[in-house]
Nanobody, 125 residues
Framework: QVRLEESGGGLVQAGGSLTLLCTVS????????LGWFRRAPGKDREPVAS????????LYADSVSGRFTISRDNAKTTVYLQMNNLEPEDTAVYYC??????????????????WGQGTQVTVSS
């Protein structure tokens, strides 16, 4: 059983920064592709970022490219999302997800096998 737990969300002013963390349980963390997704009020879930199992490939949604950075620490079985220059449009519940077996980074949510419960990020103007 793979479990994911997000933390680090909160309230921040526009232009500010937050770092989200997702701790992943499971014996094969090194083999997981990891991703971040978000769902804003009244909107569909959308991809944010993904990192390959080796950490050598990352993908970003156009809306966050240049502002957000995804990284992973295999020793801590944790994936991070550093968010800079936040905008009110970034307000959403952020979810981390793990995919077992693919290896490559992907922004397609249907590829992911396990999901966390989410953490709220609110950006005030």
């Amino acid at each position: 059983q793979v479990r994911l737990e997000e933390s680090g969300g909160g309230l921040v002013q526009a232009g500010g920064s937050l770092t989200l963390l997702c701790t992943v349980s499971g014996r094969a963390f090194y083999a997981y592709t990891l991703g971040w997704f978000r769902r804003a009020p009244g909107k569909d879930r959308e991809p944010v970022a993904s990192i390959s199992s080796r950490g050598d490939k990352v993908l970003y949604a156009d809306s966050v490219s240049g502002r957000f950075t995804i990284s992973r620490d295999n020793a801590k079985t944790t994936v991070y999302l550093q968010m800079n220059n936040l905008e009110p449009e970034d307000t959403a519940v952020y979810y981390c997800a793990a995919e077992v077996g693919l290896g490559i980074a992907t922004l397609r949510p249907r590829e992911y096998d396990y999901w966390g419960q989410g953490t709220q990020v609110t950006v005030s103007s």
